[in-house]
T-cell receptor, first 110, second 113 residues
Framework: TQLLEQSPQFLSIQEGENLTVYCNSSSVFSSLQWYRQEPGEGPVLLVTVVTGGEVKKLKRLTLQFGDARKDSSLHITAAQPGDTGLYLC??????????FGTGTRLTIIP | NAGVTQTPKFQVLKTGQSMTLQCAQDMNHEYMSWYRQDPGMGLRLIHYSVGAGITDQGEVPNGYNVSRSTTEDFPLRLLSAAPSQTSVYFC????????????FGPGTRLTVT
């Protein structure tokens, strides 16, 4: 069973600060997705990355896929209270199914 | 479009009882799946279906059954509930295979006493 490790497990920062969360595996991903989940709801896709070294920017979010396709990072600039939630990475290890990480629970303090 | 809908939202069962969690999608997606979410464990795949009439086991299938008689519906049956099945259950669908964007329902919080 492939494992995805996410760090940190919990993160609490002040509004306006920057943050980075990480997703790591010992195996190579075919592709990697990042989801955000708010309390009482299902996860919602933020972005998919498929190419090693790929960087995607979505407004204040920057997603990076490692060159070796074993790791990824999610950077948020100038965090806002609306960014609060559980951030989940999900990797496809070539079997056309997603393996989810354990998540980073992010709290932005106004 | 309603997207992915799940019922019930909350459920309490006694050990040994059976029940069915309902899931429906109106996006004409071929792929549907069930996950359970437990603290510190992330989302784990229970069962999945690549189309009507086809189902397969995921990572944690024991104690659960599924069927896919139509493209729209994918119910999850608990045969004899156990406290270890206390969890939040999510149904998801995607356009083709399981590595495409997953659209999740709002979840069912199940407690087994």
């Amino acid at each position: 069973t492939q494992l995805l490790e996410q760090s940190p497990q919990f993160l609490s920062i002040q509004e306006g600060e920057n943050l980075t969360v990480y997703c790591n595996s010992s195996s190579v991903f075919s592709s990697l997705q990042w989801y955000r989940q708010e309390p009482g709801e299902g996860p919602v896709l933020l972005v998919t990355v498929v190419t090693g070294g790929e960087v995607k920017k979505l407004k204040r979010l920057t997603l990076q896929f490692g060159d070796a396709r074993k790791d990824s990072s999610l950077h948020i600039t100038a965090a806002q209270p609306g960014d609060t939630g559980l951030y989940l990475c999900a990797g496809d290890f070539g079997n056309e199914k997603l393996t989810f990480g354990t998540g980073t629970r992010l709290t932005i303090i106004p | 479009n309603a997207g992915v809908t799940q019922t019930p939202k909350f459920q309490v069962l006694k050990t040994g009882q059976s029940m069915t969690l309902q899931c429906a999608q109106d996006m004409n997606h071929e792929y549907m799946s069930w996950y359970r979410q437990d603290p510190g464990m992330g989302l784990r795949l229970i069962h999945y279906s690549v189309g009507a009439g086809i189902t397969d086991q995921g990572e944690v299938p024991n104690g659960y059954n599924v069927s896919r008689s139509t493209t729209e519906d994918f119910p999850l049956r608990l045969l004899s509930a156990a406290p270890s099945q206390t969890s939040v259950y999510f149904c998801a669908s995607s356009r083709t295979t399981g590595n495409y964007e997953q659209y999740f329902g709002p979840g069912t919080r199940l407690t087994v006493t």
